[in-house]
């Protein structure tokens, strides 16, 4: 046996084309390409799962000519949707690395040095958060993953202090309008409710608003609260909230403060930003995605706690099977999430770190910044757009003066359709408009222009 096994002797040449095609794909400025039907990839594919195999070669082949195609370039400097994403090309590449080895990252026990790889990462996340030295936890798969577990801590933490008093209580949460649709999501998956608050002009939760809600619930109410939540980089604005209002009142009130950084946490590394994050040390835990700003591939969640006993306290998984991993103190990933099995999706982040230095972080976050910057003068000096926000961060919402709804939709679909860019519309205070957000230190101020120039 030499490693992973390949039914027949075949595989081994095509493992150098896939490496090769890999290598070609990480270094190539890629097409933006687009979706199809799948009646358009059925009749290009065929079947692909026959009883003989279709071949290693036709298998690759059907994947770089159709498949890889019908998925949009993340990477694209233009495609600025959603929450793009532009991983270095040594993170790229140890994802492979880390896949080739199919590393167990779930248990000290089974995989040390990766967790211990891990570990050095989240470190330097917990330190750009000004977290005490010992904070830690787990990287997780995204942001949801990340609030989710962090919400079951802060709730396990609450009921164990009530000492039994709560354990058939609805808890509560308490979370603003503009928090991401996740933490919804948790409460609905952990039964429990969310009191919003309401937010300023700019989508920002403050600390007077925060409070307010607080103190205008009932006090059995009150007694349900488990969990103050504050966004550090609004998905859909880049706007931070009051974090230092917010967290110095749930610590007054002995109160889980959580900070869900999942976008706009990467810009802790940017020093002309690093004063939106003040309070932020206040938080009991804390993510961002190293997938979305900090240069990583999917799917990577560094998820803190500043005291990761609590959290492991709640995620313990106990089992016949499983108990030979909890007669040491060992560090178990497993042991700081929702999960059990988990590959260690924070080892390219790592990598990539560690090759770079911290110092190639700040500098690509700061220069998506300036890009960001350069972005809202074109916008502001185009006759036909209008900025909405000065941006925060790194996202910039502006309108096409006079368009409607379906005309932000058709240029959307038609300025994809051509490869020009990947930008959707969204919303603000209920009028469509439009939403860049620049995390690729490939974009620059004439992407921007081309797009402006193209809504004309
Ligand atoms: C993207 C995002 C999430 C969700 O993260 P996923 O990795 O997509 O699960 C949560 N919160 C905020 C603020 C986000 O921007």
């Given at each position: 046996?030499t490693g ?6 075949r595989s081994?040449?095509?493992s150098w084309k896939?490496l090769?095609?890999a ?9 933006l ?14 079947e692909?799962?026959t009883e003989?195999?279709?071949g290693?070669?036709?298998a690759?082949q059907l ?8 998925c949009i370039?993340?990477?694209?400097d233009r ?6 994403g532009?991983?270095?090309e040594?993170?790229?590449m ?10 167990y ?11 211990f ?12 958060a ?15 993953a990340?609030?989710l577990s962090a ?5 396990w ?17 308490i979370?603003?309008r503009?928090?991401h ?5 948790a409460a609905r ?9 309401d ?11 925060t409070i307010?809600t607080?103190e ?6 009150k ?10 980089g609004?998905t859909?604005a ?5 974090l230092k ?8 009130i002995?109160?889980?403060f959580h ?6 946490g990467?810009?802790?590394c940017?020093p002309?930003r690093r ?6 040390e206040?938080?009991?835990s804390?993510?961002v995605d190293?997938?979305k700003w900090?240069?990583a591939?999917?799917?990577s969640?560094?998820l ?7 959290a492991?306290?709640?995620h313990t998984?106990?089992a016949?099977y499983?108990?030979a991993l909890h007669t ?6 497993s ?5 059990l099995?988990r590959?260690?999706r924070?080892l390219?982040f790592?990598?990539s770190?560690a ?16 890009v ?9 000096e185009?006759?036909?757009?209008e900025?909405i926000?000065e941006?925060?961060?790194?996202v910039?919402?502006?309108?096409r ?11 959307s679909?038609?300025?994809l359709?051509e ?5 959707v519309p969204?919303s603000w205070?209920?009028e ?11 974009t620059s ?9 193209s809504l004309?």
């Open positions: 046996m992973m096994h390949s039914f027949d002797r081994k040449r095509l896939i090769s095609y290598l070609w794909r990480m270094r190539r400025n890629p097409d390409d687009h979706s199809e039907s799948e009646a358009t990839l059925r009749a290009r594919v065929g692909t799962i003989d195999g279709i290693g070669n036709k690759l994947w770089t000519d159709v498949l890889a195609k019908a370039s993340v990477d694209h495609f600025l949707a959603y929450v793009p532009a991983p270095t040594a993170a790229g140890f994802d492979v690395a880390a896949s080739a080895a199919n590393i990252g779930g248990s000290w026990q089974e995989g040390a040095g990766a967790v790889a891990e570990n050095e990462a989240l470190r330097w996340v917990a330190s750009i000004s977290l005490p030295d010992t904070a830690g936890g787990v990287f997780v798969s995204g942001g949801t990340g609030n919400l079951i801590a802060a709730r933490e609450w009921r164990y202090r009530a000492k039994g008093a709560m354990d058939t209580t609805r808890g509560l949460i979370a603003s503009t928090a649709s996740s933490i919804g999501q998956v952990m039964d429990c409710d969310v009191a919003l608050v937010v300023d002009a700019r989508g920002r939760m403050n600390a007077a608003e307010a607080y205008g619930l009932s006090e059995f109410n007694s349900r609260v488990f969990a103050f939540v504050a966004t550090a609004t859909n880049g706007i931070v909230d009051d209002g917010i967290g110095e009142y749930a610590d007054a002995d109160i889980w900070v869900d950084g999942a976008y706009g990467a810009a802790l940017a002309t004063h939106l994050f003040d309070g932020i206040t938080a009991d804390f993510i190293p997938h900090l240069f591939p999917f799917d969640c560094a803190v706690y500043k005291d990761p006993r609590i492991r306290a709640a998984q106990h016949e499983l108990d040491k103190n060992d560090w178990n990933p042991d700081y999430a929702h999960h099995s590959r260690p924070g390219p790592w990598f770190l090759t770079h230095g911290t110092r190639a972080y700040s500098d690509a976050v700061e220069r998506t910044l300036r960001t910057e350069a972005g809202a003068e074109i916008i502001t185009a006759a036909h757009t900025l926000l941006p925060e961060l790194s910039l919402l502006f309108r003066i006079g368009w409607t709804p379906e005309q932000y939709q058709q240029w679909d038609r300025v359709q490869g020009l860019a990947f930008v969204t205070n209920g469509t408009c439009l939403r860049l957000c620049i995390v690729n230190p490939e101020p004439h992407d921007i222009s081309l797009i402006v120039e004309q």
